[in-house]
């Protein structure tokens, strides 16, 4: 089993105003010691709903989640078990998450199972701080300094998983390239298992070893991180990444991909990328797709690319629609790229 794991997460919230969504929809992911998984998907995707289901602070409607081999229950007033402490969770931002009036150190020092300034300088050097920084407020800092810090006080309880949601969207490039490597450092350093949440495909191709790709609350996309670069199995994953060219081939998450994104409250009916698909046929609206297993730990949720099938190259996927026999198409295969839709 690995270290975290969650498997068929359904979350639903209370809209302001009335009304329920399913933010996320039956999403499974894992992750191993010393392994960075990334998770993207556009904005109301529901990553950031899963990343918090990951460590006990939304309900579940459904699922479960398992930190190693305990259930993570939502967190209540009691204090967090001690079984899960090892179990850390970093925001976006991390000011918001510091008290101004209490001094670095004493911040970090409350992760510390036997505080003393000597581990606070420690856990301060291993996210390359000087040890001086105990001394000083959060306010001193940069952004990509505090960031360090909100780390520094997860590494302080030796945790075995760190949950980031978009720990680096607030910082320059600079300080966003210096975490991220200082993110592989500490994986590779200390084992640590990273769920990696981000908006910034860049980064996630640069650090994480596998990535998941999330469509309006359900997993579309998994796999080891550079094959799904390389040979995205879904649509989705297929033009998330192809959206915005980068001058090194990667991108960046676009605002929203060609076409209106769907009210989460109501979903589309059978695949829920059809009506933005340029692949979709009769099938697609009528039935959604599982995510099941092509080939080498990848795995997919698209009629294209049933389980077990050779992945197909972008120009193949039209040839694939003859999969199930007697399906009439809806519309003719794209000569062009997505963004011209
Ligand atoms: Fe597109 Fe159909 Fe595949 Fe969905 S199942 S991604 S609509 S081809």
Redesign the pocket.
Known sequence: MSTLELKDIVVDYERRGGGRVRAVAGASLSVDAGTIVGLVGESGCGKSTLARAAVGLVPLAGGSVQFEGHQVNPLTRRARPAELVKLQLVFQNPYSSLNPRRKIGSQIADGLASPSAARVAEVCELVGLPASAQGRYPHEFSGGQRQRIAIARALAADPSVIVLDEPLASLDASAQAQLANLLVELTRELGLGLLLISHDLAIVRHVADSVSVMYLGVM?ETGPTLPVWSLPL???SEALIGAVPHPDGTGFLPESLPGEVPDPARPPS?????PR?????D???AEE?ELVEIADGRSA?????PAGSVPALPGE?AAN?AVPAGVTYRQEPPTDSLEEM
Do not use: D, I, M, T
Not at 270 to 274: A, K, V
Not at 277 to 281: D, E, K, L, N, R
């Open positions: 579309v879904h649509p989705y059978g695949c829920r990328f059809h698909c340029p692949y979709a046929f099938r697609c609206s797709p949720a698209c009629w294209l690319q996927r629609r």
